[in-house]
């Protein structure tokens, strides 16, 4: 039977699913919803779709109104809303609703990790002086506002649209890098301290591998 199948993406894993998808069943209409934070996504396979859908009501009707069979969550771990928003909807539309989430990252021999359950437990866990790399979406970064008293490495894709509410801090703009390089630009700026949620995955891992390798503590935001 043919079916039309939404996947909640904005992950790697929701990039990869979609192309196994195309090409496993050519029959299928395979969208890909966005919620639109980056501002030049990579293409996908299959129909993309970009922006909110105002709430589980919204998704809802979207599932009806395009005649969604099955839903798959395969959005971030920390993105809870979307996740509530996905439930919600398939018990009101009846719509059968799969989750694809990746493992959590797990503490390896050498791994210097505080382990903390909110980012605002990880702010406070910071000693007066640290150098921390700060690698958070930008409505993640009000936060550490009040830490005056250490200095911020924060990395993003794209530009924050608002400069950001820190008092010391330098911005790099990029995705993250392999091993080498995340050691590379650990050392260039004498970080002390890595501020990271547990999100698990492959493409930003490389920052753990190296803070393990250089001695670098790492304040971990464990899952909601
Ligand atoms: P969130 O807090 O769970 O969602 C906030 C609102 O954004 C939702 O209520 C929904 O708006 C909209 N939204 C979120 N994901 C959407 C999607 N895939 N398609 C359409 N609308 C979506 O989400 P978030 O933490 O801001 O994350 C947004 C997106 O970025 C997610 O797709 C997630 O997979 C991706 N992402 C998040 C993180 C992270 O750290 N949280 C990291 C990497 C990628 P409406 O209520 O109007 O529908």
Redesign the pocket.
């Known amino acids: 039977m043919s079916e039309i199948v939404l996947i909640?993406?904005?992950?790697k894993e929701?990039a990869e699913l979609a192309v196994s998808l195309v090409a496993e069943h050519p029959d299928w209409r395979v969208i890909t919803?966005?919620?639109?934070?980056t501002r030049e996504p990579a293409p996908l396979a299959g129909e993309t779709?970009?922006?909110?859908?105002?709430?589980?009501d919204?998704?809802a009707e979207y599932l009806r109104t395009e005649g969604v069979t099955r839903l798959i969550d395969?959005?971030?771990p920390?993105?809870?809303?979307?996740?509530?928003?996905a439930r919600l909807a398939t018990e009101k539309a009846g719509v059968p609703l799969e989750t694809v989430t990746r493992p959590p990252w797990q503490k390896q021999p050498g791994d210097l990790w505080v382990e903390v359950n909110s980012l605002e437990k990880a702010r406070d866990e910071l000693p007066s002086g640290a150098r921390v790399l700060l690698a958070?979406?930008s409505?993640h970064i009000s936060v550490f506002a009040s830490r005056a008293d250490v200095h911020f490495l924060v990395r993003m894709v794209d530009p924050p649209a608002e400069p950001l509410p820190l008092a010391d801090h330098e911005l790099v703009i990029g995705k993250p890098g392999n091993v080498s390089e995340e050691k590379a630009l650990l050392a260039a700026h004498r970080i002390s301290h890595i501020v990271s949620?547990n999100?698990g995955g492959a493409a930003s891992y490389a920052k753990i591998e190296a803070a393990r390798q250089m001695g670098i503590t790492v304040v971990m935001v464990e899952r909601p």
């Open positions: 909640l993406g904005g992950t929701a919803s966005l919620a639109g934070r779709r970009i922006g909110g859908f105002g709430g589980a919204g998704l395969a959005t971030h920390f993105a809870r809303q979307i996740s509530k928003n958070l979406g409505q949620r999100s």
